[in-house]
């Protein structure tokens, strides 16, 4: 049996014409045009090129987007007063840095820096908490997609065994609080987890995001699972491959995404979709 995919690019792009019919309408009714700041610091290729696609997506979907870029050596207070500034303006609804931030800044600081409401990331300390109480101002978006993803195909969640693959703020531990809302019975592996296969062959639902390429193969995968590949990994030969072996994966999983255009376009989607509704609440 071969896997079915998950085509991430033609479900971002049907929710993307929504996003901007949405925005559109948004001009028209209220005179305001959605609005996503992003700032980056250094001149990390792989956060240029995230960066990039975003204010492309912003500028596709009819939204207004704040670029800022700064270098290395940058001081910690000058990156805390633009995001002063871009608090205080009315006109800009989404604040996003790209992390990872340099090693030697404070990114706890930088985050916290965010006002809550503008903190479409969902990485603010706040926000993190609301998602946990089950109550989330912000879902991150990469788990946001995803979720959305299991939607569109109508992969059961209730009582499913679902296993994530990685800890990390970004992914791993708001994908667990939103697999354990959906009543999956939810277990989170990682770095040092032992018998790593053994935990993996039980999910119905098996979310890699750990950053090593292509670690989870088709002999760690139960037959018929849903395979979902966060994996972003720059190969020898310069292609990008996921976590996931996809070539021997898609022979016993059900479902999988694939590496490129599966959660990655997501990611972006859903970041308009928060900046979206964090426009919309300011018109209530
Ligand atoms: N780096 C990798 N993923 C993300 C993300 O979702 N948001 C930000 N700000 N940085 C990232």
């Known amino acids: ?18 996003l901007a019919t949405s925005a559109q309408g948004m001009k028209v009714s209220h005179g305001v045009t959605p609005c996503l700041a992003v700032i980056l610091v250094g001149e990390d290729p792989a956060s240029q090129v995230y960066v990039r696609n975003k204010v492309a997506a912003c500028e596709k979907a009819g939204f207004r987007s ?5 270098p290395l050596d940058v001081e910690l207070v000058t990156v805390l007063a633009k995001i002063a500034e871009l608090n205080a ?4 609804h989404g604040i996003l840095v790209q992390l990872p931030l340099p090693k030697h800044f404070d990114a706890e600081a930088v985050l916290e820096a965010i006002a809550p409401e503008k903190d479409v990331d969902g990485f603010h300390a706040e926000n993190v908490g609301a998602l946990m109480q089950g109550n989330p101002r912000f879902i991150p978006c990469t788990p ?18 679902a296993v994530i693959v990685g800890r990390s703020n970004i992914v791993g531990k708001p994908m667990a609080m939103l697999l354990l809302a959906q009543s999956c019975t939810v277990t989170v592996c990682h770095s040092q987890s032992k018998e790593l296969a053994f935990h993996t062959k039980c999910a119905d639902i098996l979310v890699a995001a750990v950053g ?44 999988i995404t694939p590496v490129p255009g599966g959660v990655g ?5 859903m970041l308009l979709a928060n900046t979206l509704e964090a426009a919309e609440r300011t018109l209530k």
Do not use: W
């Not at 071969?2 to 792009?13: E, F, K, M, Q």
């Not at 704040?66 to 700064?70: D, L, R, S, T």
């Open 1 to 18: 049996m071969t896997a079915r995919i998950i085509d991430g690019n033609a479900l971002s792009a049907r929710i993307r014409e929504l």
């Open 66 to 70: 704040i670029k800022q870029v700064y």
């Open 89 to 92: 303006d009315p006109s800009v």
């Open 144 to 161: 946001h997609g995803i979720m959305k993803m299991l939607e569109a195909e109508k992969v059961p969640l209730k009582g499913a065994e």
């Open 212 to 255: 090593r390429a292509k670690m989870i193969t088709g002999a760690m995968i139960k037959p018929g699972a849903t395979v979902i590949d966060v994996g972003i990994n720059r190969q020898a030969d310069g292609k990008l491959c996921g976590d996931v072996d996809f070539e021997s994966a898609k022979e016993v999983a059900g479902l």
């Open 265 to 269: 376009p997501m990611t972006i989607t």
